[in-house]
């Protein structure tokens, strides 16, 4: 059974920095992209940022220059670093890895999602 463990939300207030945390465990064969989606409320879920297996990054257009994201493959971790946080920063940030597990290896790979965390910015 494959869990995504998100962690590092918190309440920030405007201006300084926050970094996610995202593990993927379980029997899994192999994870190709792996990102991070928002949710604001009342708003729809978003893009944040998506990284392939080779560290290739893409990042909505809005975040770019303050959010990186990074992954560590050894540990099957995507990390979000977001700098310079925004009110309207606030969220519930989900981790999402597109993988093969064990379990459904003659299967192609699929998305699984973290079960998000909250990130407030306010002063």
């Known amino acids: 059974q494959v869990q995504l463990v998100e962690s590092g939300g918190g309440l920030v207030q405007p201006g300084g920095s926050l970094r996610l945390s995202c593990a993927a465990s379980?029997?899994?064969?192999?994870?190709?992209?792996m990102g991070w989606y928002r949710r604001a409320p009342g708003k729809e879920r978003e893009l944040v940022a998506t990284?392939?297996?080779?560290?290739?990054?893409k990042y909505a257009d809005s975040l770019k220059g303050r959010f990186t994201c990074s992954r560590d493959n050894a540990k099957n971790t995507v990390y979000l670093q977001m700098n310079s946080l925004k009110p309207e920063d606030t969220a519930v940030y989900y981790c999402?890895?597109?993988?093969?597990?064990?379990?459904?290896?003659?299967?192609?790979?699929?998305?699984?999602w973290g079960q998000g965390t909250q990130v407030t910015v306010s002063s």
């Open positions: 999402y890895a597109n993988l093969k597990a064990m379990a459904t290896y003659l299967l192609p790979a699929r998305d699984y």
């Open positions: 990284i392939t297996s080779g560290g290739s990054t």
């Open positions: 379980g029997s899994i064969v192999s994870i190709n992209a």
